[in-house]
């Protein structure tokens, strides 16, 4: 099996095995639910329910109202407790509306019924999209309905789904990918409604040869869809690595995948899709996986939007001893948490609870230019270089390296021998020039 | 949960690699080149080895504690400056000769500049040319006299036993300065390194196998050290088929494995702190150390090149960084004018 993949990365032991043969297990969703306004990148979406209304299971209860937001859908049947300020997993107090669960799970008429997606037409496709709320569900959580729109359908030739799960200890993805690959493949068929010159392809870590022979079978009556295997590495499944690796061309920071005449979907995002799309269910949950060495029975599950952190961790049987730290998303790119009292929201992807902290262990020291940032850049950067302009707040000589072409991916800070914490110098470094630009 | 969690930036694990581990592994790496130096010239070699170490060592913590800097002699990065320095100098200089190196290659070189990875020349290099400029007599003397007595033999090795005096018994040259004079020297004993020399650059082999060790743990690119011999063996193949006799493979095969050549090629020229880090950078720089030796070699008033070229190298290696920076990927190449 030929795999495909790009020049850079990383090989971080990757923690899988913990949750990998985990069944997705559902969740009950907890007495109070929370769901923050800005679950996306884009406008907040702006609230259309008051304190005191009732509101039922699926139930649009915020919409975003200029074309890059989503709306926020109501996952259990209730009443408008409050809208406040509220912690979110990023750190952030974000406005948000609370609900109080009657627990009794009252659904919007018409949630579930069948459609057949051929009948629809592509309008129709992208409305009922953005009315679901789907947003990119791989981390960065753009908006879908406006990733499906670009300037011209017909030059559209790939339609990627990504199923790369490069960041160590993540597995709801692969549970997805085995578990609905028929929702799936169903859901690609959906986008490739939208695009009539584009072919579809499943990109997969060849870490994961279960999912891809499993997906393999599924489509091999299909003459638009392929799979293909990627070589597992780090950071596999950022998107211009992923194109680069599935479709040979390259964009860079001022592109979008669709300038080379790409889409590209997480997986989750697709699976989403069709449940919109043909079960007529706006996005509602999460798959999730609860993982790391300190907490006790990791595994995969599906959280109703809004549920808190508290109740997944509970559900994968607690903590272990006291963790050092607890990370939402992955090890490579997510938030470390202070407090696990906030909700599950769209682009929530993991729960990472680890007994050591590796950042606290190990104190940076000095660069030695031994050049292992350089041969880890994914984006073909010298992070060696940018640091030492990060540092003297050098921001034009850092932009003339190419320094806003960094995603941020962790890879350079990973490898770093010194211990430097080179990704978030550049995190700051990058915020400044950006938040400059917007006001010059 | 009574304790507060950690929080910190983004990415949250590290690779097990730090600076003490790759110090380790260059220093384990030369153990090939230090134990035939030993078998070569005995133990007063080694006795010369643990001078070295011990100055660069003692100076490092010395200098860090009189000016109040975060001690750094844990990361062993001094320990394989004095391997290197020791690797470097004839197995006959007196004791303080190694002293005074140390202490020049870890003063005057690493920490006057700011200390680890501010340095731009290879600190070992930096000691050596030093020495030998300022003591030319006893750096270049390469003569072992032949010994008898099991209690010399102990003490020079394999030397003592032969006798490396090849001339006239007192100029004592190099195995590289007969084949300068266009003498016939024996490759086998060059590549295996049974010859005068300093202690660790005479055995072509024992370097290649530390070097191999470094490429195969990823220490180093083959970058620099292949660009480096590709075009040595080009310039003096180049060279070779110019001069009076015409080409001589057995003249370019000698001139690979004698001298410091393998030595500063994997061990020397592939210094991270004083080495680019682009990628192609680190090839132009082999490239560049390569004709520089080549040029001293052949054109120069010694047999010797390779610590002037690197030193010379090191200090052109902003420039080749600046005009080596990869361009970054999906960023098309910027139109001129």
């Not at chain 1, 069948?114 to 709320?133: A, F, H, M, P, T």
């Not at chain 1, 979008?256 to 590209?264: E, K, S």
């Not at chain 2, 005096?165 to 060059?190: N, R």
């Not at chain 2, 072509?204 to 075009?231: E, F, H, Q």
Request: proline share 4%.
């Amino acid at each position: 099996m030929k795999s495909y993949g790009f020049k850079g990365g990383v090989h971080p032991l990757d923690g899988k095995e913990l949750s990998k043969d985990k069944e997705i297990v559902d969740i009950p969703a907890t007495k109070e639910m929370v769901y923050p306004l800005s679950q996306h990148i884009g406008a907040p979406a702006k609230a259309i329910v008051e304190k005191g209304d009732a509101c039922l299971v699926g139930q649009t209860i915020a919409i975003g109202e200029s074309f890059v937001s989503a709306d926020v859908i109501c996952t259990v049947s209730g009443t408008v407790k409050s809208i406040e300020k509220r912690m979110t997993a990023s750190g952030n107090q974000i406005m948000s509306i609370v609900v109080d669960n009657d627990e009794e799970y009252r659904e919007i008429e018409g949630l579930g019924r069948e459609v057949d997606y051929q009948e629809l037409s592509k309008e129709k496709i992208r409305e009922i999209i953005k009315k679901s709320g789907i947003v990119g569900m791989g981390g960065a959580a753009f908006p879908t309905h406006v990733k499906l729109t670009p300037k011209n359908d017909d030059d559209i030739d790939y339609v990627i789904v990504n199923g790369a799960e490069c960041e160590p200890y993540l597995t709801s993805d692969n549970r997805v990918m085995l578990e609905n690959s028929k929702e799936l493949v169903e859901g690609l068929k959906v986008i490739l409604r939208l695009f009539d010159n584009a072919v579809g392809v499943i990109a997969i870590e060849d870490n994961k040869p279960e999912c891809i022979k499993a997906i393999k079978e599924l489509v091999k009556d299909e003459n638009r869809i392929k799979v293909k295997a990627l070589r597992t590495k780090y950071p596999q499944g950022a998107e211009r690595n992923l194109v680069y690796a599935v479709t040979g061309r390259k964009f860079n920071s001022t592109m979008l995948p669709a300038d080379v005449g790409c889409v590209v979907n997480n997986i989750d995002t697709v699976v989403s899709i069709y449940m919109a799309v043909c079960k007529s269910t706006p996005l509602m949950r999460r798959i999730i996986t609860v993982t790391g060495d300190a907490v006790a029975n990791p595994g995969n599950f599906s959280a109703k939007i809004g549920t808190n952190y508290q109740a997944l961790v509970e559900a994968a049987g607690g903590l272990i001893g006291e963790p050092e730290k607890i990370i939402s998303g992955g090890p490579m790119m997510g938030t470390a948490m202070f407090t696990l009292d906030v909700p599950v929201t769209k682009n929530s992807s993991a729960i990472v609870a680890m007994s050591k902290d590796e950042v606290a262990a190990n104190e940076p020291l000095s660069c030695i230019r031994c050049g292992r940032c350089v041969a880890a850049c994914p984006s073909g950067l010298v992070p060696q270089k940018m640091y030492e302009f990060s540092k003297h707040f050098d921001e034009e000589n850092f932009a003339r390296i190419g320094g806003m072409e960094c995603y941020e991916c962790g890879s350079c800070t990973y490898v770093c021998p010194a211990k430097l914490r080179l990704t978030q110098s550049f995190k700051e470094t990058r915020k400044s020039i950006i938040s400059k630009r917007r006001k010059g | 949960m009574d304790k507060l969690l950690n929080v910190s930036s983004a990415p949250h694990i590290r690779d097990n690699d730090s600076v003490k581990s790759i110090m380790e592994e260059v220093a384990i790496a030369l153990m090939p080149a230090t134990l035939f130096g030993v078998y070569n010239f005995g133990l007063y070699a080694a006795l010369i080895i643990l001078a070295c170490i011990v100055s660069c060592v003692l100076s490092e913590y010395i200098y860090e504690k009189l000016m109040k800097k975060k001690l750094t002699t844990n990361d062993m990065s001094a320990f394989v400056t004095g391997l290197l320095l020791a690797l470097n100098l004839p197995a006959t200089v007196p004791l303080w000769v190694p002293i005074i190196g140390g202490m020049f290659a870890i003063i005057i070189v690493k920490q006057l500049f700011g200390g680890i990875g501010q340095n731009f020349m290879n600190p070992a290099l930096g000691a050596r040319c030093f020495l030998l400029i300022s003591f030319s007599g006893i750096m270049t003397n390469f003569t072992v006299a032949k010994t008898t007595g099991i209690k010399n033999m102990i003490w020079y090795g394999l030397s003592g036993l032969n006798g490396y005096a090849y001339v006239d018994g007192v100029s004592g040259a190099t195995p590289l300065a007969l084949l300068k004079k266009g003498e016939e020297v024996d490759i086998i004993s060059s590549f295996l390194g049974i010859h005068a020399g300093t202690i660790g650059e005479t055995s072509a082999v024992a370097i290649l196998i530390g070097g191999i060790y470094l490429l195969c743990k990823k220490i180093i690119s083959i970058r620099i050290p292949g660009a480096y011999i590709l075009s040595f063996v080009a310039y003096i193949s180049v060279y070779s088929a110019f001069s009076e006799n015409g080409f001589s493979i057995d003249y370019v095969a000698n001139n690979l494995c004698l001298g410091g050549l393998m030595l500063g090629a994997f061990f020397m020229a592939t210094d991270y702190v004083t080495s680019p880090v682009t990628p192609n950078g680190k090839i132009v720089f082999g490239i560049l150390l390569g004709v520089l030796t080549g040029v001293f070699r052949t054109l120069g008033a010694s047999s010797e090149g390779v610590s002037y070229a690197i030193i010379i190298g090191n200090m052109l290696v902003p420039l080749i960084e600046k005009v080596t920076m990869p361009r970054p990927f999906g960023v098309e190449r910027r139109k001129h004018g």
